[in-house]
């Protein structure tokens, strides 16, 4: 079976000094842990934060293209950039796991449809529309009170992008701004990293209705592993023990100054803080890819980790190295190997073909 996980920030991380031909102790994903977890395709995020002004964001998604290009290119026996779903049978073949471009937020995008093409044209094969802020495009599941819903701009954004063959993501947008996609997109759209609402309450994750929606548009929800979209219970854990306000100062000091260690061993500690907490693991992972099998059906369901963007990962599942853990959950709990195949990456490939397939249909 290929194994995909459709979203982790490394990019982000790359601009921090990881080093990813090392077995990294503080670290969600390198090239050892994709190995060791049989990972053969990835989608590594260009995330930008909707604080940043449209020519900071751009400026610093060009970045992380960059560092992500070079790092790629230093380590070309082992990843290679990829566009296509039909690279990916080939490069594991060779041995190789294959690195695609996301973008994380459209802020970069600003309102320039020439950008979202110049940005196709450098990798970049999908575009999750916001992130934590309403921004040119959209509204966000965090604010959610400039557009309701997508904005005019952001009607056009879509529809390029079913034009380009570049998936359209509605993890972080408002209820309204996913109903209003659902309406507007002539392809399948995904969820690159939510998890179940029916289980976690957090405003992040998708309720019944939409999981089916977007089942029924032919797309994909695929499980983010962030204990906070996990669980209700990590979410009050966190909120009594107070943690979560100091680990966010140490994350902001650390990326302000990656290679200063006083400010790297701050930012270790808070990471081990964080773990000290109750928090979900593998079986709770698992409880929500049942849920949205039950909702949206066996073909609608896959994996998002999240990771290297969450400051915490489940109990059992520290690193991408772990994810085997959840094939195994899921065979324990009577899912056959073909199913199994379909939520590792054969749903979320299936997906990025209709999207590429519809795209040559409209050009």
């Given at each position: 079976?290929?194994?995909?996980?459709?979203?982790?920030?490394?990019?982000?991380?790359l601009l921090r000094c990881r080093v990813m031909e090392r077995d990294n102790d503080y670290g969600h994903v390198d090239f050892p842990k994709l190995?060791?977890?049989?990972?053969?395709?990835?989608?590594?995020?260009?995330?930008?934060?909707?604080?940043?002004?449209?020519?900071?964001?751009?400026?610093?998604?060009?970045?992380?293209?960059?560092?992500?290009?070079?790092?790629?290119?230093?380590?070309?026996?082992?990843?290679?950039?990829?566009?296509?779903?039909?690279?990916?049978?080939?490069?594991?073949?060779?041995?190789?796991?294959?690195?695609?471009?996301?973008?994380?937020?459209?802020?970069?995008?600003?309102?320039?449809?020439?950008?979202?093409?110049?940005?196709?044209?450098?990798g970049v094969r999908y575009l999750t529309l916001t992130h934590n802020g309403d921004n040119d495009i959209c509204d966000s599941a965090a604010v959610?009170?400039?557009?309701?819903?997508?904005?005019?701009?952001?009607?056009?954004?879509?529809?390029?992008?079913?034009?380009?063959?570049?998936?359209?993501?509605?993890?972080?947008?408002?209820?309204?701004?996913?109903?209003?996609?659902?309406?507007?997109?002539?392809?399948?759209?995904?969820?690159?990293?939510?998890?179940?609402?029916?289980?976690?309450?957090?405003?992040?994750?998708?309720?019944?209705?939409?999981?089916?929606?977007?089942?029924?548009?032919?797309?994909?929800?695929?499980?983010?592993?962030?204990?906070?979209?996990?669980?209700?219970?990590?979410?009050?854990?966190?909120?009594?023990?107070?943690?979560?306000?100091?680990?966010?100062?140490?994350?902001?000091?650390?990326?302000?100054?990656?290679?200063?260690?006083?400010?790297?061993?701050?930012?270790?500690?808070?990471?081990?803080?964080?773990?000290?907490?109750?928090?979900?693991?593998?079986?709770?992972?698992?409880?929500?890819?049942?849920?949205?099998?039950?909702?949206?059906?066996?073909?609608?369901?896959?994996?998002?980790?999240?990771?290297?963007?969450?400051?915490?990962?489940?109990?059992?599942?520290?690193?991408?190295?772990?994810?085997?853990?959840?094939?195994?959950?899921?065979?324990?709990?009577?899912?056959?190997?073909?199913?199994?195949?379909?939520?590792?990456?054969?749903?979320?490939?299936?997906?990025?073909?209709?999207?590429?397939?519809?795209?040559?249909?409209?050009s």
């Amino acid at each position: 079976m290929i194994v995909l996980d459709s979203h982790c920030d490394t990019p982000s991380q790359l601009l921090r000094c990881r080093v990813m031909e090392r077995d990294n102790d503080y670290g969600h994903v390198d090239f050892p842990k994709l190995r060791r977890g049989g990972v053969d395709a990835v989608f590594f995020a260009l995330f930008t934060s909707n604080a940043l002004s449209v020519p900071d964001s751009t400026t610093l998604a060009l970045r992380m293209l960059a560092a992500t290009r070079d790092v790629v290119a230093r380590n070309a026996s082992i990843a290679a950039l990829a566009t296509d779903p039909s690279e990916i049978a080939a490069n594991k073949a060779a041995g190789k796991v294959s690195i695609f471009l996301g973008m994380e937020n459209g802020s970069p995008v600003g309102t320039d449809l020439a950008l979202l093409r110049l940005y196709y044209d450098m990798g970049v094969r999908y575009l999750t529309l916001t992130h934590n802020g309403d921004n040119d495009i959209c509204d966000s599941a965090a604010v959610g009170k400039r557009w309701n819903g997508l904005s005019p701009f952001g009607r056009e954004v879509v529809a390029e992008m079913n034009r380009l063959g570049m998936i359209v993501d509605i993890a972080h947008c408002s209820d309204k701004t996913f109903w209003d996609c659902i309406d507007a997109s002539k392809a399948p759209i995904v969820s690159t990293h939510s998890c179940c609402r029916a289980l976690a309450s957090h405003r992040r994750n998708l309720t019944d209705d939409m999981i089916r929606a977007l089942a029924d548009k032919g797309g994909v929800i695929q499980i983010n592993f962030y204990p906070l979209f996990l669980s209700d219970r990590f979410a009050k854990e966190l909120e009594r023990d107070g943690i979560g306000d100091a680990a966010e100062a140490a994350d902001k000091a650390f990326r302000a100054n990656p290679s200063d260690p006083e400010l790297t061993r701050r930012w270790h500690e808070a990471q081990d803080a964080l773990k000290r907490l109750w928090r979900p693991g593998v079986k709770e992972v698992v409880d929500h890819i049942d849920h949205a099998v039950a909702v949206g059906g066996i073909d609608h369901v896959g994996i998002g980790t999240d990771f290297d963007g969450i400051e915490v990962p489940p109990e059992g599942l520290e690193d991408i190295s772990m994810l085997p853990k959840v094939f195994d959950e899921m065979r324990r709990r009577g899912y056959g190997e073909a199913d199994i195949a379909k939520v590792a990456g054969g749903n979320f490939i299936r997906v990025f073909e209709e999207v590429r397939a519809i795209a040559r249909s409209l050009s």
